[in-house]
């Protein structure tokens, strides 16, 4: 266990606007995250500050290994659905491969490592027969694989997804999971979700973030975490039987 | 007919022309289209008419004067919308008509008789000079080596700006580069088909070419062929009937549009017959 990603009392936001607050985590290459808190509480904004897509206004990232040199490359990237035109014309094979580019070199064409990496991760993901189609064509779950298969091709040290589980439903939720708890013995993996109940069954440690950042390293959510949400949020129990128990909305 | 056309220099031209419009706007079209800048480039096109105008008061060649304004209007709109809290459509809305004001207050300052007016409003390909000619030449191989190279960066750019930046890529030199060549492709085409149509030599061929197929190189491929075909259907049209070729070419590639669409629809029901009777 070796620490990839050191965030030390990070202030960020957008415009003049201070999002984070005094935000800092430590991720560790085998590291399993859930990062859950209520809306415009900043999960995002963490996210761009480590995927380096905003400079923090104060305090420090750091990267670690060779995170440091290829960072970028090293950091795979699921973003939200709802961010990418669905009608573009473009092949699931193109978008994948566009996981491969790193710098603004002059790349008309992939080599056929390049084919081939494609090819594995397509099978990986379980998702081979759609190389060729336009991405039009997809359904909501086969569109967030390809996503991810994109994320995944270059073999990130850190894989960070941003809500994966809207638009899809509740069996591809299950397989996701069940790929991420696979790709989790290879890299280390932060995941942004709405979704509380299910998550805190699959992930090692739960962070919430809401202007700052509450961090036990454990995946059972306290109440010091639920209090920072104002809305019904699906509990779980770890009883025998899972149980769903929605919270009485205050508002 | 077409041995007889050829002899005149200007048909030769007006040929050629049509020729380096497919592959310019066919190229530029097919970025415009799939990045939905359709409204962008409106803008551009109609600011660049301040250009023009400029050009004819201070009496040098509105291309260039053209182009310049051009450039700069679509490096504004691009610089407004992303610095600022304007939103883009609004800075857009703005410079259309500032563009076209400017161009009104010149040429109505330009004292007498204002030559080719029209033929920047309307388009005029056999007007085209061996001159303009050769800046469509040069743009058209710009614009080649430039999508040849950089490809792929174009493609990752234009699907998803976001992760491209997260992949160290120089997105925001990209889009000011594509955005000058918007706009100088907007520029040079004006002298073919006019301010007012202009547009639509860069979104109906990509459009007809969408319809059969959903990736980015075909469409180019196929946006560049069907701009000929129309290009060429076009002069045909306006040489017998005697009307702008602007026009002419527009009318045909809507033709062409309709054609496309229906063999399309029936097609699909065809198809649909088929499955159902050997289902049965």
Excluded at chain 2, 92 to 121: D, E, H
Aim: aromatic content about 10%; charged content about 15%.
């Amino acid at each position: 266990m070796s620490k990839i990603v050191e965030i030390q009392s990070v202030f960020a936001g957008y415009n003049d606007e201070i999002i984070l607050k005094d935000v800092s985590i430590d991720i560790f290459d085998d590291d399993f995250i859930g990062i859950i808190g209520p809306n415009g509480g900043g999960k995002t904004t963490l996210l761009n500050v480590i995927l380096g897509l905003i400079k923090p206004f104060k305090g420090n990232v750091r990267f670690y290994d060779d995170l440091k040199s290829k960072r970028n490359n090293k950091i795979g990237y699921l973003p939200q659905q709802n961010k990418i035109d669905k009608n573009f014309p473009i092949t699931v094979n193109d978008v994948i491969l566009s996981g491969l580019i790193y710098g603004s070199g002059m790349i008309s064409r992939h080599s056929k490592i390049d084919k081939q990496k494609a090819k594995d991760t397509l099978k990986r993901i379980g998702i081979s027969d759609l190389g060729k189609h336009a991405i039009g064509e997809l359904s909501g779950g086969q569109m967030q694989k390809v996503l991810l298969a994109r994320a995944i091709i270059s073999s990130p040290r850190l894989l960070i997804l941003d809500e994966p589980n809207t638009f899809v439903d509740n069996q591809f939720e299950g397989e996701l999971y069940e790929i991420l708890n696979e790709l989790n013995k290879e890299m280390s993996i932060i995941i942004v979700t709405h979704d509380v109940g299910t998550i805190s069954s699959y992930v090692k440690t739960i962070a919430c973030v809401n202007r700052t950042l509450h961090y036990h390293k454990s995946n059972v959510i306290t109440e010091e975490q639920l209090a920072s949400y104002n809305c019904p949020i699906k509990l779980i129990t770890h009883g025998e039987i899972p149980h769903t128990v929605l919270k009485k909305h205050n508002h | 007919m077409i041995a007889e056309l050829l002899q005149y220099k200007f048909i030769t031209n007006s040929l050629l022309a049509g020729i380096l419009a497919s592959v310019s706007c066919g190229i530029i079209g097919t970025y415009i289209v799939t990045r939905r800048m359709v409204f962008l480039s409106g803008g551009i096109t109609h600011a660049s008419f301040g250009g023009i105008g400029i050009g004819y008061f201070f009496g040098f060649n509105p291309i260039f004067s053209a182009a310049i304004f051009g450039i700069l209007s679509a490096l504004g709109i691009e610089f407004v919308s992303k610095k600022t809290e304007i939103r883009e459509d609004s800075v857009i809305g703005i410079l259309w008509s500032f563009g076209m004001a400017l161009g009104i207050m010149f040429v109505f300052l330009t004292p007498g008789y204002v030559p080719n007016l029209m033929s920047y409003l309307f388009g005029s390909i056999l007007t085209v000079s061996s001159f303009d000619i050769w800046l469509m030449v040069c743009l058209s191989l710009v614009l080649i080596i430039f999508f040849v190279l950089f490809y792929r960066i174009i493609l990752f750019i234009s699907y998803d700006q976001e992760y491209a930046k997260t992949h160290n890529i120089s997105v925001g030199l990209f889009n000011y580069l594509l955005m000058a060549l918007v706009a100088l492709t907007i520029v040079l085409n004006i002298k073919i088909v006019g301010i007012i149509l202009v547009i639509s030599l860069l979104t109906i061929p990509q459009s007809i070419a969408n319809l059969f197929t959903k990736d980015f190189k075909n469409i180019i491929l196929i946006s560049i062929v069907i701009g000929l075909i129309g290009a060429f259907m076009g002069l045909i049209i306006s040489y017998k009937i005697n009307i702008p070729s602007g026009a002419s070419i527009i009318f045909s590639l809507v033709m062409i549009f309709i054609v496309a669409k229906s063999i399309q629809v029936i097609k699909r029901k065809f198809n649909l017959k088929n499955r159902n009777f050997n289902l049965k």
